[in-house]
């Protein structure tokens, strides 16, 4: 299972609230990175450039264009911001401060 808490430890928000999908071993698919970016309005909202694969492959000194990034999603689950966390028709992706403040505001 994934560690939610491990993200959002110390803030009130528990693995046992969610449905977990640990997209390590259970990858994530094309409708389901649709509908996320549906939610958030870009694959590029979705993408994280923490992965170490990001350096790895140049992707830093390239244009990326929307069709790239849910291409890389899909390919390797780390350009996946985590964690992803759907409440009814909102999302929230990443651990940044805000948008943890804004989940625990979604879930109280």
Not at 19 to 48: H, V
Not at 55 to 83: A, H, Q, S
Request: net charge positive; charged share 40%; glycine share 6%.
């Amino acid at each position: 299972m994934y560690d939610l808490a491990g993200h959002y430890q110390g803030n009130g928000i528990t693995e046992k609230e969610f449905q977990m999908q640990d997209i390590k071993f259970e990858k994530i698919t094309p409708a389901q990175l649709d509908a996320m970016k549906k939610m958030t309005g870009s694959y590029e909202a979705l993408f994280s450039r923490r992965a170490l694969r990001y350096k790895e492959l140049g992707l830093k000194d390239k244009k990326l264009e929307e069709r790239d990034f849910r291409k890389y999603i899909l390919e390797e689950y780390t350009f996946l911001k985590r964690p992803v966390v759907i409440i009814e028709d909102k999302i929230f992706a990443g651990s940044e401060k805000k948008t943890v403040e804004a989940l625990k505001k979604a879930v109280k």
